[in-house]
């Protein structure tokens, strides 16, 4: 089975769209899984002759990002009804649960510097008559 889904929140449904608030946090942190609340119709009902299936697609009407305990709690109700819908368990699964890169429990571990960082470093130690390497062997 085949479930489409269309994400836009037009213009007239921009006061739908939580993510707007978290821009600069996105663009300055694009790593790592996060957490919302969502909404969503159905918007359509394609009919697939040739498979003769019914492929909906629906639209995220709403979202909302949570963060803190909230997302805890997203957490806990998405792995509930994954188990519930696969038998299987979340658990030891590092990808899902990490908010920022470092030990995976989204304690605000420090992410990976960007490339503008490591490039002003580079140059720091340059003018510092220093390798480009550090001695972690790190380039930088």
Known sequence: MT????AQLTRERKEFNGLDRMHDELVDQPRGVRYAVVAYEVLRVAEEIPEGVNIPTIRLSHIEPVDGSDADRV???LADRYHDRTGKSL???P???DVVPGDGQGDGGVPEPSGDELMARRAERKAAGQPAFSDGGDPL
């Open 3 to 6: 479930v489409k889904i269309s």
């Open 91 to 93: 658990e030891g699964d």
């Open 75 to 77: 957490r806990e109700i």
């Open 95 to 97: 990808k899902l649960f």
